[in-house]
């Protein structure tokens, strides 16, 4: 399933959805998709940047936005940190409290779904 996901997934369609997700968190940073695109969240100077080197795993941290899972795509080498680590330490954190109502993960899954 998600590598049917990750067919569908534009880098368009990623950076809306990466917003919805993220977009309520208050310190700047960005993401950096596998074709370039840069997606700034937060408002003013990204302290760092996580680099998402393939839709698969655009879909598989959209899926589950936890810091484990952001944690083993970094070890696995599927995303990159570029900056100030202590500051995505930081964002970490703020992860750990995101709570997307059902309705809004439902929307998104059908957003990536829909391609």
């Known amino acids: 399933m998600i590598a049917r996901l990750a067919s569908r997934s534009s880098s368009r369609r990623a ?5 919805q997700v993220f977009g309520g968190l208050a310190k700047p940073f ?11 969240l937060g408002g003013g100077a990204s302290a760092f940047t ?4 393939a839709p698969e795993t655009f879909v598989r941290l959209v899926r589950d936005p936890s810091p484990l899972n952001f944690a083993e795509a970094f070890v696995e080498s599927a995303i990159d940190i570029e900056g100030d680590l202590f500051a995505a ?8 409290e995101l709570q997307l109502p059902l309705s809004r993960r439902l929307r998104i899954l059908a957003a990536m779904w829909r391609g």
Request: aromatic share 8%; proline share 4%.
């Open 15 to 19: 950076a809306d959805i990466l917003g």
């Open 30 to 40: 960005a993401f950096r998709l596998w074709d370039g695109t840069e997606v700034p």
């Open 50 to 53: 996580v680099v998402i080197h």
């Open 89 to 96: 330490m930081a964002v970490a954190d703020a992860v750990e």
